[in-house]
């Protein structure tokens, strides 16, 4: 397959998987902005150009947040992308504080592509944290978020320069 008909089917997978689901923003926006989202920074911003990262960014939610298994991933898009999902998936069986901190202790530990997933998954959240956070978050839950998103990465860091320092810019809009 070429590289873009399996862009192209990763994005059509995940719109399938989380086509009844919302973010948490007060506008309740369509889940599958969220995935666009780090393949555009991974893409437009960051200049990646690794098709399996790019697929597993599309694809990074869909085991965490849907039916999705792992055997189905590797089934439609292979090893290698079905590999870099697994790495940024959290273990749904986990306390939500364990997992926490589990993303601490793991993110030095993941594979070069699955870190840039993840400066992707991050620099999203704080941009949306930063302008359209979930309803209801109060500034300190805004604040304890990007707190723990800066621990993560600063766990990864020298792996990818450029995507870094769009971190860091989505960090320095930290709510005060
Ligand atoms: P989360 O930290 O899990 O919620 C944030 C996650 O929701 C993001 O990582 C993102 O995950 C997803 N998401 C969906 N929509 C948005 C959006 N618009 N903006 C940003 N992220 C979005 O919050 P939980 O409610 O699950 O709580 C987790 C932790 O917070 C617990 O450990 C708990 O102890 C603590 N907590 C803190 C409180 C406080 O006031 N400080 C109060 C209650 C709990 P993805 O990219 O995977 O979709
Ligand atoms: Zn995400």
Same mark, same amino acid.
């Given at each position: 397959?070429? =590289? ?11 719109? #399938?998987? &989380? ?10 926006? /369509?889940?599958?902005? #969220? ?9 437009? !911003? ?5 098709? *399996? ?6 694809? #990074? %939610?869909?085991?965490? =947040? @849907?039916? @999705? ?18 790495? $940024? @998936?959290? %273990?749904?069986?986990? /306390?939500? $504080? %364990? ?9 030095? #530990? ?6 840039? $997933? ?6 999203? *959240?704080?941009? =949306? ?14 604040? !304890?978020?990007? =707190?723990?998103?800066?621990? $993560? ?6 792996? &990818? ?16």
């Amino acid at each position: 397959m070429t =590289d873009l008909k399996l862009i192209m089917q990763a994005l059509s997978f995940a719109a #399938h998987k &989380h086509r009844d689901q919302r973010r948490k923003d007060v506008d309740a926006s /369509p889940y599958i902005n #969220h995935p666009i989202s780090l393949a555009s920074i991974l893409i437009n !911003e960051g200049g990646v150009t690794d098709v *399996n990262v790019i697929c597993a960014a599309l694809l #990074h %939610d869909t085991i965490e =947040d @849907t039916d @999705t298994t792992p055997e189905e991933l590797e089934q439609a898009f292979g090893f290698a992308i079905k590999t870099i999902v697994m790495e $940024v @998936t959290d %273990d749904k069986l986990l /306390p939500k $504080v %364990d997992r926490k901190r589990l993303q601490i202790e793991h993110a030095a #530990h993941v594979s070069p592509q699955a870190k840039l $997933v993840k400066l992707a998954d991050k620099t999203s *959240n704080l941009r =949306d944290v930063a302008v359209n956070p979930p309803e209801n978050w109060s500034l300190q839950r805004r604040q !304890e978020y990007f =707190d723990w998103a800066k621990q $993560v990465i600063d766990q990864l860091r020298g792996v &990818h320069p450029q995507l870094e320092a769009l971190f860091d810019a989505a960090y320095a809009s930290r709510p005060k």
